[in-house]
């Protein structure tokens, strides 16, 4: 088995949930297996509507609106992460963790950056990045936030106009946050990867295509375009990345995105098949040549890359908006 410490790019949990934080969290941390988390809605609805962890402190909340009481319950999970990861922020190994925005805010970026910036102090921590949803109002959100030293996650990321939108807005955070004497700041471009193969490989098959290659190659494509510009504080990390095909081995997409100055966040059965392969080859960069025949030879197949990518996006912002509400509808 590799430890953490063997991998070139850096391995965050996609999972936070109250009694792992307490009992589980901190030997991944001390075997070097990780250096960072992330959340969603989806997962704090699993954890907060499943787990017993949270009903003492919602005995306390009695009273409070159940917005009020999600962000009790968010804030608290976050900042005793952002508390267990600051000794490697500290060592500028990552150490962050991520709290995303109310979902139905993703089109107004006024409300959006208030948010965050009310998280963002609540918390308390420097070491919390803040989830942006990568559409029009999110991309204002990313950059004022940024130049206030805030550092931001842009989720939802399918399309590569969608990451050099994020990584313009970024860019030009990091650069008035510079101007302004701001602390440090980072970026993350989160790309999802499996919701392309859940889609599409049916239809691909049907045509004679090799299934489970198009978030590969999408993901290659923005991890290219971001390293190319080469701003040492804005990374690529690929979520979604656990296997919906069975057929799959279940590292598969954290084995075929392993990428130097690249994150890949994963569920934590995922990460354990990942550390038993003994796998630390770096399988990214793929050459442009290859990444645009591919996409090429889907568009010669009727298969229409800018309706794919609003479809995915229009059902990742629907899915985070319905599990945002199921959390408010379990907490009334």
């Known amino acids: 088995m ?29 075997e070097g297996v990780v250096t960072g988390a992330t959340s969603n809605p989806s997962i704090f609805a699993n954890a907060i509507i499943n787990s017993p962890a949270y009903k003492e402190q919602l005995k306390s909340l009695e009273g409070k ?7 009790a319950l968010a804030i608290e999970d976050i900042k005793t992460t952002a508390k267990m990861l600051r000794p ?47 559409t029009e109002a999110g991309y204002e959100a990313m950059s004022e936030l940024m130049a206030d030293g805030i550092s931001v996650n842009a989720t939802l990321v399918f399309s590569p106009k ?19 004497g701001s602390c440090r700041v980072e970026g993350v471009i989160s790309v999802f990867v499996s919701r392309f193969d859940r889609l599409l490989d049916s239809e691909l098959e049907s ?41 799959l081995l279940e590292d598969y ?42 996409f090429i030879n889907l568009e010669d197949n009727g298969f229409n890359m800018e309706e794919i990518y609003k479809e995915l996006l229009d059902d990742g912002l629907k899915a985070f908006e319905e599990s945002f509400n199921s959390i408010l509808e379990a907490l009334k």
Not at 9 to 20: A, G, M, P, T
Not at 212 to 230: D, F, L, P, Q
Not at 266 to 292: C, F, G, M, Q, V
């Open 2 to 30: 590799i430890s953490g410490r063997d991998i070139s790019f850096s391995l965050w949990l996609d999972f936070i949930e109250r009694d792992y934080l307490k009992n589980e969290f901190q030997k991944l941390l001390d």
């Open 65 to 71: 609106s159940p917005k009020e009481k999600y962000e």
């Open 88 to 134: 490697l922020y500290n060592e500028n190994r990552d150490g962050y963790v991520s709290i995303e925005v109310d979902p139905s805010l993703s089109n107004n970026s006024k409300e959006t950056i208030k948010e965050a910036k009310r998280l963002f102090k609540a918390i308390g921590e420097p070491n919390v990045m803040i989830k942006i949803p990568a």
């Open 162 to 180: 969608q990451a050099r939108k994020s990584f313009s807005a970024m860019t030009r955070g990091i650069a008035k946050g510079e101007s302004d």
């Open 207 to 247: 045509c004679g295509i090799t299934p489970h290659k198009t978030g590969i190659y999408n993901s290659a494509k923005i991890y290219n375009m971001v390293e190319r510009n080469a701003i040492p504080n804005i990374r690529t990390l690929f979520a979604s990345t656990s296997i919906k095909d069975d057929s």
């Open 253 to 294: 997409y954290v084995t075929e995105l392993t990428a130097p100055h690249s994150i890949n966040t994963a569920p934590l059965n995922t990460i354990r098949a990942y550390l038993k392969t003994n796998s630390s080859r770096e399988l990214l960069p793929i050459e442009d040549s290859i990444i645009n025949g591919y």
